[in-house]
């Protein structure tokens, strides 16, 4: 009973460095997401993708990239780590079969800190 | 700017108490709403939907939600030490993306 497995859980880079994080879901859902959460500044959308094959940017897409490898599975990769990008980042799936009424479940996140 | 708006708190409240937790959003499509319940160093969980005006009520939980309004809240009744938490409001704008508040800290006292 995983639900949203994110991978790894803690990880610190120094300023250049590059990474993926990686997230996959075992729940069957179509969509899947990526959010970084800030200290006073809530949760905010990085990426999305609405189904297998696509993405689309959200609040927040610089400085990532990301990859719907397959239904399962979606990670987002730093090219060039920057401090700014501290920070914890949460997954997400949801089933979403259009309108927006089905609920997204979380993984446990990755708490990444950059020197 | 599609925003989510909460009142940050904290809001303080007695065990077996009624706490009120208030959001605004300023899309008027909005068609469904969710709160989260978010643990200090933990991920968010649902703990309710709601999606026409009026009340849901789940256990101690009820969401509650004006659309003319623009307004959801979440009451929690009998509230125990173990509520004590951030409450995430989330909106969806009939699209695939959340929007979400910045949460509101709950603390309850025994």
């Known amino acids: 009973n995983a639900g949203v497995t994110q991978t790894p859980k803690f990880q610190v880079l120094k300023t250049g460095q590059s990474m993926t994080l990686q997230c996959a879901q075992d729940?069957?859902?179509?969509?899947m997401y990526w959010y970084r959460q800030d200290p006073g500044m809530g949760l905010r959308l990085i990426y999305y993708s609405a189904s297998e094959g696509t993405t689309d940017k959200g609040e927040v897409p610089n400085g990532y990239n990301v990859s719907r490898l397959n239904k399962r599975e979606f990670s987002l990769r730093l090219e060039s780590a920057a401090p700014s990008q501290t920070s914890v980042y949460f997954c997400a799936s949801n089933l979403n079969l259009g309108g927006g009424y089905q609920p997204q479940h979380f993984g446990d996140g990755t708490r990444l800190s950059i020197l | 700017q599609k925003e989510v708006e909460q009142n940050s708190g904290p809001l303080s409240v007695p065990e077996g108490a009624i706490a009120s937790l208030n959001c605004t959003y300023s899309d008027r499509v909005s068609q469904s709403f969710f709160w989260y319940r978010q643990y200090s160093g933990k991920s968010p969980e649902l703990i309710m939907s709601i999606y026409s005006n009026g009340d849901k009520e789940d256990g101690r939980f009820t969401a509650q939600l004006n659309k003319a309004s623009q307004y959801v809240s979440l009451l929690i009744r009998d509230s125990q030490p173990s509520d004590s938490a951030t409450y995430l409001c989330a909106v969806n704008q009939a699209g695939t993306a959340l929007i979400f508040g910045k949460g509101t800290t709950l603390s309850v006292s025994s």
């Open positions: 729940m069957n859902h179509n969509s």
